[in-house]
């Protein structure tokens, strides 16, 4: 089956550091790969994805990278703000339009300032 | 493009009380939508999925009787919780798809706060 692992939280980081969230996948087949951002008491809100092999999602100074040689979707930022605190989703889907999104648990991230 | 609204955004009931919640693709025609169920501080557990005109199909372990789920356009799904009790109070988010737009992402719902009281 299907299945991500992301790194559990807490993460606790202070304003401008760097950031790295751990995701690594299992699929029969070949995956989509998304990063999910969900702030306190809202819905989900897509972060970036990726399609195939080698393709590098990025958005609002986050970015990850599709590696298929080590089933990793690993999730960066450069310079981490209070603002971007928040629970962050790695999740993935098959093709086909009735394939359902698998999710990691979810990672938390505070940010102080 | 690509907004899901889900209505209400919070309910409170008293137990043993139907609710029911609507998910709407406001720009984008949705073959298929999703329904998901949140616990605190957990991630997202797939109760069901539906496409319009037909039946949902469920997932492992979620009662069909006790969830229904309606699809009856190709813009809004529903999600009635029946005879609701306490342990049913959760965070319910709803996706929607469609094929034609974006071939892998389902867009989703800003989620509905369900307390049972």
């Known amino acids: 089956g299907n299945s991500v692992t992301q790194m559990e939280g807490p993460v606790t980081l202070s304003e401008e550091a760097f950031l790295t969230i751990n995701c690594t996948y299992t699929a029969t087949g070949y995956p989509s790969l998304f990063w999910y951002v969900q702030y306190p008491g809202e819905g989900l809100q897509l972060l970036l994805k990726?399609?195939?092999?080698?393709d590098k999602g990025s958005n609002k100074g986050f970015e990850a990278t599709y590696r298929k040689e080590t089933t990793s979707f690993h999730l960066e930022k450069g310079s981490v703000q209070v603002s971007d605190s928040a629970v962050y989703f790695c999740a993935l889907t098959l093709s086909g339009g009735y394939q359902k999104v698998t999710f990691g648990t979810g990672t938390k991230l505070q940010v102080i300032p | 493009g690509a907004v899901v609204s889900q209505h209400p955004s919070r309910v409170i009931c008293k137990s043993g009380t139907s609710v029911k919640i609507e998910c709407r693709s406001l720009?984008?025609?949705?073959?298929?939508m999703f329904w998901y169920r949140q616990f605190p501080k957990q991630s997202l557990m797939l109760m069901a999925t539906?496409?319009?005109?037909?039946?949902?199909?469920?997932e492992q372990g979620v009662e069909k009787d006790k969830f229904l789920i309606n699809h009856a356009s190709l813009t809004l799904s529903t999600l009635t919780v029946t005879s609701a009790h306490p342990e049913d109070s959760s965070f319910y988010i709803c996706?929607?798809?469609?094929?034609?737009?974006?071939?892998?992402?389902?867009?989703f719902g800003p989620g509905t706060r369900l307390t049972v009281l």
């Open positions: 990726a399609t195939k092999a080698d």
């Open positions: 720009d984008f025609q949705a073959t298929t």
């Open positions: 539906s496409n319009e005109g037909s039946k949902a199909t469920y």
């Open positions: 996706s929607a798809k469609n094929a034609y737009i974006s071939y892998n992402e389902q867009f």
